[in-house]
C-alpha cells in the first residue's frame, strides 16, 4: 500500500471508529495534523440547493441553533459547486483553499481550509482526497445522526413537508458511465404532495415522478402510500406497467384520491426505453440545441380506474440527448409565463443538476417567491448504453 492510499485508509478507519457525529472532527484533525491547517469547516448544500449551511467542527453544532447560511449565487462558493473545481485565494492568515465534497454528481457540499503557505499540486491532491472520502463519510454516518439534516435546513418544515422530504430519494443526482441524472422539488406553501424516485440495477435505470391530488397533510399521506407502492412492486422485480397498476390499486385501495405520473425504465446495456405516463404533463426533449414536446399517449391518472391496465410506450431516447421531467406546478398558475425552453436552451452545456435548479428558480421567481403548487423536476443526460463491468462470474 503507497503512502497516500495508507494516509486514506487510515481517515477512513478513524472516522470509523469514532461517534457519527464526531466523523467531521476526524477530517479536520486529519488535515490539521498533515497540513498545519489552522481552520477547517465543512458547508453542507441546503435542501434549496440554493445556499450553504457552515459545519464547523461536530462539537459546535448545538440543538436549535441557527446556522450561517451563505447564499451560493454570484460567490465563490456558488462557482465550486457549479465547477465542481477546487478554489484558492490569499487571506490574511494563509491560504484559503475551498474543494467541492461530491459522490456520483451529487453535490453534497464544500471542504474550506486555510493552509498557513500557498499548497503545492500534491496538497491538494490530498485534500481532494480527502474532500471524497468525507463525501463516503458524510454518507455513511447521516444514517445514525440528525446533524446533516439540521445543516440542511435552515427554517423549519411543518409535519407534511417532513413526510415529503422523507419520501425523496437520498441523493438528488446520479451520474454513471451512461447517464448524469438530477432532480429538484421546489415546494409549495401548502405541500401537494409531489415526489420523485429512482434506482439502478445492474441492467437497468427506473425513473418515477408522482404528483398526487390535495395540500398539506393530505396530500404527503396520499403521496406516501403511492410511493410505497411504487417501491415495493420495483423492488420485487415487476416492470413499469406492473408498478403503475399496483400503485393503481393501492390509491383505490386507500381511496383518499388520485394521483398523475410517469414511470420510465432505461435498458443501461442497449438504451431501450419504456414509458408509463399516468395522466402527466408531456415531458420535454432536448436534441442538438432543439427542445421539444415528447408528445405521447396520456392513460389514466393513478388511483381512478378499477382495474386498469397501463400501456407501455416506447421513448426515443439518443446519446446526448437531455430529457425533462416536470410536474404541473412548473407549467400552471404564476409559472406559465415562464418559457421553459428558453431556460433549457442556456443552460444545455451545464450539468443537470444546475438545469434542474435553473428551472425551480425561474418558476419560484415568476410566482414571487411563493407557489401556489409544488414545482418538480426531473433532468436526465442520456450519454448512451454500455455494457456494465461485471467481477462476478457470468
Not at 99 to 110: E, H, K, Q, W, Y
Not at 136 to 142: D, G, L, P, R
Not at 234 to 244: K, N, S
Request: proline share 5%; hydrophobic share 40%.
Amino acid at each position: 500500500m503507497d503512502e497516500r492510499a495508507g494516509q486514506l485508509h487510515g481517515l477512513l478507519e478513524e472516522a470509523d471508529a469514532a461517534a457519527p457525529v464526531e466523523s467531521l472532527d476526524v477530517v479536520a484533525e486529519d488535515l490539521r495534523r498533515r497540513f498545519g491547517a489552522e481552520t477547517v469547516s465543512f458547508l453542507i448544500v441546503d435542501l434549496t440547493g440554493r445556499a450553504v449551511v457552515r459545519l464547523t467542527t461536530a462539537g459546535s453544532v448545538k440543538s436549535g441553533r441557527r446556522a450561517e447560511r451563505i447564499e451560493l449565487f454570484g460567490s465563490v462558493y456558488g462557482q465550486v459547486v457549479r465547477t465542481q473545481q477546487s478554489h484558492q485565494e490569499p487571506v490574511a492568515r494563509g491560504q484559503l483553499v475551498i474543494t467541492p465534497v461530491t459522490n456520483r454528481g451529487d453535490a453534497i457540499g464544500l471542504l474550506e481550509l486555510t493552509l498557513p503557505t500557498s499548497p503545492e499540486e500534491p496538497v491538494l491532491r490530498a485534500v481532494r482526497e480527502a474532500a471524497r472520502a468525507l463525501a463516503y463519510i458524510v454518507i455513511a454516518n447521516q444514517r445514525y445522526t440528525d446533524l446533516y439534516t439540521w445543516g440542511k435546513r435552515t427554517t423549519p418544515l411543518s409535519l407534511p413537508a417532513e413526510i415529503q422530504y422523507r419520501l425523496l430519494p437520498a441523493s438528488l443526482s446520479c451520474e454513471t458511465a451512461q447517464f448524469a441524472m438530477s432532480c429538484a422539488l421546489e415546494p409549495s406553501a401548502s405541500i401537494s404532495g409531489d415526489t420523485f424516485d429512482y434506482a439502478l440495477d445492474r441492467e437497468t435505470l427506473h425513473v418515477s415522478l408522482t404528483d398526487p391530488m390535495g395540500h398539506d397533510l393530505d396530500a404527503a399521506l396520499l403521496a406516501t402510500v403511492l410511493v410505497g407502492a411504487l417501491r415495493r412492486a420495483r423492488r420485487a422485480g415487476a416492470g413499469i406497467t406492473e408498478q403503475a397498476r399496483q400503485a393503481n390499486q393501492a390509491l383505490l385501495d386507500y381511496d383518499r384520491g388520485h394521483s398523475t405520473g410517469q414511470l420510465l425504465r432505461i435498458n443501461l446495456r442497449d438504451g431501450q426505453t419504456q414509458f408509463v405516463n399516468a395522466g402527466h404533463p408531456w415531458p420535454l426533449r432536448v436534441r442538438q440545441g432543439r427542445v421539444e414536446e415528447v408528445t405521447i399517449a396520456i392513460d389514466a391518472p393513478l388511483g381512478l380506474l378499477r382495474p386498469h391496465t397501463y400501456q407501455i410506450q416506447s421513448l426515443d431516447l439518443r446519446p446526448r440527448d437531455r430529457l425533462v421531467m416536470l410536474t404541473d406546478g412548473m407549467l400552471e398558475g404564476g409559472s406559465e409565463g415562464v418559457d421553459l425552453a428558453a431556460v433549457l436552451h442556456d443552460s444545455q452545456d451545464l450539468h443537470p443538476r444546475e438545469t434542474a435548479l435553473a428551472l425551480t428558480t425561474a418558476v419560484l421567481e415568476a410566482n414571487g417567491g411563493r407557489l401556489v403548487d409544488d414545482a418538480s423536476v426531473i433532468v436526465l443526460d442520456w450519454h448512451g448504453a454500455h455494457r456494465p463491468t461485471s467481477t462476478s462470474p457470468p
